[in-house]
T-cell receptor, first 115, second 115 residues
Framework: GNSVTQMEGPVTLSEEAFLTINCTYT??????LFWYVQYPGEGLQLLLK?????DKGSNKGFEATYRKETTSFHLEKGSVQVSDSAVYFC??????????????FGKGTKLTVNP | NAGVMQNPRHLVRRRGQEARLRCSPM?????VYWYRQLPEEGLKFMVY????????ESGMPKERFSAEFPKEGPSILRIQQVVRGDSAAYFC?????????????FGEGSRLTVL
């Protein structure tokens, strides 16, 4: 079935550093790809998404491009802030046994940004 | 517009007891998903329900676990005869019409501790 592999954490950066969190996927068909973020003690929130090859999702300074040729959806931000400290999850849609779709998540990458 | 509401936020049970976790989806959402997050791991899909129907329960352990989403009232995830390995955060998510657009709206989770 469809699956997601993202880089192991934790990742620790200084404020204003450049961030990359790698995500690659295995899928049949053409899944949609997502990044979700989980702040401490909270549920997950959608950060950005891309629904087809070469699409770029962006939000709050974060970007990720759907690369079909490398089956990747790496998350990047040019200058991180302390408030970006969170766990980031890469995810994709996969078809369920009933024909509908569900989201499959990677293991998450914990980011800590120090002032 | 209230978000996804889960309760209790924290639940402590002794081995052998039952745990009931409740989830009220966002207003207008008829699709509910349950995920389990074990310490240091990502989210694992458990079950996908629509009103009164289980669409996909492929991630649900065959024994002791059950889920429902009745016509009236919240979705319930029930764990009978809990064991220490059931200790985890259980997240509920909802969507208005299936995950085709990919965005799930998550609750803040219910953290189960089994003593």
């Amino acid at each position: 079935g469809n699956s997601v592999t993202q880089m192991e954490g934790p990742v620790t950066l200084s404020e204003e550093a450049f961030l990359t969190i790698n995500c690659t996927y295995t899928a049949t068909g053409y899944p949609s790809l997502f990044w979700y973020v989980q702040y401490p003690g909270e549920g997950l929130q959608l950060l950005l998404k891309a629904t087809k090859a070469d699409d770029k999702g962006s939000n709050k300074g974060f970007e990720a491009t759907y690369r079909k040729e490398t089956t990747s959806f790496h998350l990047e931000k040019g200058s991180v802030q302390v408030s970006d400290s969170a766990v980031y999850f890469c995810a994709l849609t996969t078809r369920t046994q009933g024909g509908s779709e569900k989201l499959v998540f990677g293991k998450g990458t914990k980011l800590t940004v120090n002032p | 517009n209230a978000g996804v509401m889960q309760n209790p936020r924290h639940l402590v049970r002794r081995r052998g007891q039952e745990a009931r976790l409740r989830c009220s989806p966002m207003k207008g959402h008829s699709h509910v998903y349950w995920y389990r997050q074990l310490p240091e791991e990502g989210l694992k899909f458990m079950v996908y329900l629509q009103k009164e129907n289980i669409i996909d329960e492929s991630g649900m352990p065959k024994e002791r676990f059950s889920a429902e989403f009745p016509k009236e009232g919240p979705s319930i995830l029930r764990i009978q005869q809990v064991v220490r390995g059931d200790s985890a955060a259980y997240f509920c998510a909802s969507s208005p019409s299936g995950p085709n657009t990919g965005e799930l709206f998550f609750g803040e989770g219910s953290r189960l501790t089994v003593l």
